[in-house]
């Protein structure tokens, strides 16, 4: 038998368990309730004690940029194909399975995440976790969604301290689901991940084995509007170039106003800021040569160093609109990041339950739509130029493979990033 971990970007992250035996099997299902029904009736208790520390969320904040960077590094996709993913979502689903993974499982999880610090406690990370979801939670001039849920079969006999961390750090929902019943415990976990991404997400699961334990659910959706909106009188056909010898035809949006531009001159690529309200803003970056070569040296820091070196002016942009929905299996990029344990049958979830469980795969959906109005989604010291404040009118236009990043102003998270090599790809 085996379990597998599901995720999803506008987003839901989803981790199916499943049992290594059958000798549990028949449970009495009445101390299933019961825990659960403890495990409500503490949920007012436990948000009593949340903490937002300030002290941590650096830690968070360096360490999720990296993990972005190194999961964008390992996805591989064809030069015609798009990449585009949420980090956030997936560090999240992983952060709140390490909870209850114990020994070499834990250790991994954590050092994979890009928090291997001996002098942080894990309790702290998860504490930074809990600060980062409330503060996006709160942005109310932007529709932004974040949260878990925690499906567990009926029969399943979870530890508490397990349950309480889930719904004390990550604000996790938790509903038993009968997975002997396949199509209604699918449906069930479809149709939940449908309401909370907005119906861009109508499909997480395909279909649920029936000795499932447990589905770990970690979903982030965004729709935001622009400060300053493209004019739909000014869209056209326009060709966008997948490669030299590939044109595609696209929905260009044209716009010409004062806009926030970085010119990095080590990239040798120029970074569109599009602000929402809210402190959210999406961050195009034009390499001037070909994509792979500014692949090659884009590191972690380049994203806040390139929010600083931004200098408002007067720009031409022409942007394409976009509709694209993107799936990975992940099991084989996070065992390469290291954490391969928690695949394995000898994983240790102890923390979770008695029951021997592990990961058997780990897939991401994203969804990116951008328009006139806005945009919805259901990463060495670099010598930054920067542009003069007496630049002339400037043309940027985004006609051929660029990186995408949706990021929160306040840290510098990344909430999504990727990159777009053929706009007409669904």
């Not at 992250?13 to 495990?39: D, G, I, K, N, P």
Request: hydrophobic share 40%.
């Amino acid at each position: 038998m085996s379990r597998s971990l599901f995720q999803i970007c506008v987003l839901a992250t989803v981790l199916t368990v499943v049992h290594t035996c059958y000798e549990e099997m028949h449970r009495q299902m009445a101390s299933s309730f019961h825990l659960l029904h403890q495990f409500h009736s503490r949920q007012q208790q436990q948000q009593q004690h949340q903490h937002r520390p300030s002290s941590n969320g650096q830690l968070l904040y360096e360490g999720n940029r990296d993990f972005a960077f190194r999961l964008y590094k390992h996805m591989e996709t064809p030069r015609s194909k798009n990449l585009f993913f949420s980090p956030l979502s997936i560090s999240t689903a992983l952060a709140a399975l390490s909870l209850g993974a114990e020994g070499e499982t834990n250790q991994q999880i954590f050092t994979g995440l890009g928090f291997s610090n001996p002098n942080i406690a894990k309790e702290q990370v998860h504490q930074a976790f809990q600060s980062l979801l409330e503060d996006l939670r709160s942005k109310t001039a932007v529709e932004l969604k974040t949260g878990t849920a925690l499906f567990l079969k009926e029969t399943l006999k979870p530890h508490l301290e397990f349950l309480e961390n889930l719904k004390r750090f990550y604000n996790s929902d938790g509903l038993t689901t009968d997975f002997s019943k396949t199509a209604e415990a699918t449906e069930m976990i479809n149709n939940y991940v449908k309401e909370k991404t907005n119906g861009k997400i109508n499909k997480m699961l395909e279909s649920v084995n029936p000795d499932t334990l447990m589905v770990l659910l970690s979903y982030i959706y965004f729709k935001g509007k622009w400060e300053i909106p493209f004019d739909p009188r000014y869209t056209m056909q326009d060709i966008f170039w997948v490669d030299t010898y590939t044109p595609v035809f696209v929905q260009m949006m044209f716009n010409k106003d004062h806009f926030s531009v970085c010119h990095d001159y080590t990239l040798s690529t120029s970074v569109l800021q599009l602000r929402f309200t809210n402190s959210i803003s999406m961050m195009l970056a034009l390499p001037q040569n070909n994509l792979q070569e500014m692949e090659a040296k884009i590191s972690p820091n380049d994203v806040s160093k390139w929010q600083q070196c931004m200098r408002k002016s007067e720009y031409s942009i022409y942007v394409p609109k976009l509709s694209i929905k993107t799936s990975y299996a992940l099991k084989d990029v996070l065992s390469t990041l290291g954490m391969s344990k928690m695949f394995r049958p000898d994983a240790d979830f102890r923390g979770i339950s008695e029951d021997q469980i592990f990961v058997s795969e780990v897939v991401h959906q994203a969804t990116l739509d951008v328009d006139e109005t806005g945009a919805t989604a259901a990463a060495a010291t670099a010598v930054i130029g920067l542009g003069s404040a007496y630049q002339p009118s400037t043309v940027l236009k985004f006609d051929r493979p660029f990186m995408v990043f949706i990021v929160s102003d306040d840290n510098n998270s990344i909430l999504f990033m990727g990159k777009i090599q053929n706009p007409a790809e669904k």
